[in-house]
């Protein structure tokens, strides 16, 4: 008897997700535990598993489709089996609103009622094009018009293997320019004129920060470090280290793990920080899991070192690397974006000295780092001298930590950071 495929629910509070390509078609063996499918989850491209043995007999769903959480997306069987019928609705029909769109509890989830992204808009290029989103946005990145690629999935839909094969064979010139939108002005544009859909990400990260703006009461504070000891100290462990094989404790340590170490440590200090508001109640969290802001190509996701106030500079290290390497392939668990109690975002690496974030519900706090400058500064002698320094922003939910609180949390990194042999103790 055939077994129904159905979209798995991978978190507490997701309600679709989107299927973004067939890996196996109908008809093919399917073997237990094999990758049947990719499917997209508000923060992540997740792989589908079959739990059965057998022949894919049917497909309930399109690459493209946002799915119902428990909808058939396929059946697995033997060969010439009759498909059974779904019995359950699987695409997600519009909605003409929706009032139960709210952030909730839960680091990096979100409780949304989606409305699918249009396949096509008047007037933009691609017009009455079918395509797949993760095809539309390949074809967007590459430069490839939507007409100049023939599609082969249902119904002459366009589908990522579509896209990959006219890159990979080279699509006319003529063909793109005749398709390109004719521009208005003399000269080169910096880029084309188009309309693009909205990402299921985008769109999470669009309501998930204005939620927070909206709900929170933030409060902004900022302090300047002496970083030249932290400098010293990193230079000083790297060139040890450096040499060394991975397995004998080579790594090369950054700023951001000493930051991340030295955010842990102050918690110590001011454990009231490490606090989240529940309405009724403020949580006190045991534990320091910091999530940390990493960009990605359709937007920011936030993974979680979890612990690191148990952890070692060279533990959180590669941690985060690894962390940072599944989010640019988008191989990040719901787990490993759930579960943090503050979050930290660097845009030093651009030379932005000083910014403020909005803060991550349901944390209470969420610090920005920016670059490290030369600049004058006095030392303790009264001498004008040159420093290295580092401004460091605080954003505070006023619910559940003022300002003071804040200040102090702030006053203990400083302290930590500007004496880093703190952190190796």
């Known amino acids: 008897m055939a077994e129904i495929i159905e979209m798995p629910k991978l978190s507490d509070t997701q309600t679709v997700g989107t299927l973004i390509s067939w890996l196996k078609k109908t008809g093919e063996m399917v073997g237990e535990g094999e990758i049947i499918a990719e499917v997209e989850t508000d923060k992540a491209t997740m792989e589908l598993e079959s739990f059965v043995e057998g022949v894919l007999i049917t497909q309930y769903v399109n690459e493209g489709d946002e799915v119902e959480i428990g909808a058939p997306i396929c059946a697995i069987g033997e060969a010439g089996e009759e498909p059974p019928s779904p019995g359950k609705r699987s695409p997600v029909e519009p909605a003409t609103e929706s009032p139960t769109d709210s952030v909730q509890a839960g680091d990096a989830l979100t409780s949304i009622d989606v409305t699918p992204t249009p396949l096509t808009e008047k007037g933009a290029p691609g017009d009455r094009i079918k395509a797949s989103p993760l095809a539309r946005k390949i074809a ?229 780092v920016g670059a490290i400058v030369k600049k004058p500064v006095v030392d303790d002698d009264d001498n004008i001298t040159v420093g290295q320094c580092m401004t460091i922003g605080f954003s505070g939910d006023h619910r559940s930590l003022d300002g003071a609180l804040g200040a102090e949390y702030l006053s203990a990194l400083r302290g930590i950071l500007e004496t880093p042999a703190l952190m190796l103790i």
């Open 140 to 368: 967007i990145d590459q430069g490839i018009p939507l007409e100049a690629i023939v599609g082969t999935g249902p119904d002459g839909r366009v589908v990522k293997a579509d896209v990959i094969a006219a890159m990979e064979k080279g699509t006319p010139t003529t063909e793109i320019s005749s398709a390109l939108p004719q521009k208005s002005i003399a000269g080169m544009p910096i880029a084309d004129e188009m309309s693009v859909p909205v990402s299921n990400m985008r769109n999470v990260i669009a309501k998930r920060l204005l939620e927070s703006k909206k709900t929170i009461p933030h409060y902004y504070l900022e302090i300047e470090i002496n970083a030249t000891p932290l400098l010293e100290l990193r230079a000083s462990l790297n060139k040890s280290l450096n040499d060394l094989p991975p397995d004998k404790g080579g790594i090369k340590l950054t700023i951001n793990d000493f930051f991340l170490k030295a955010c842990a440590k102050a918690m110590h200090q001011v454990p009231a920080v490490n606090v989240s508001w529940m309405g009724k109640s403020i949580q006190q969290h045991s534990g320091v899991h910091i999530a940390v802001a990493i960009a990605v190509e359709d937007g920011l996701v936030t993974p979680v070192v979890r612990d690191v106030h148990l952890k070692s500079l060279s533990q959180i290290s590669s941690e985060v690397k690894t962390l940072a390497d599944k989010a640019k392939n988008k191989k990040l668990s719901p787990n490993e974006m759930a579960g943090s109690t503050i979050t930290t975002t660097n845009l030093g690496m651009f030379g932005i000295t000083s910014f403020h974030a909005i803060i991550n519900p349901p944390n209470s706090a969420i610090l920005s």
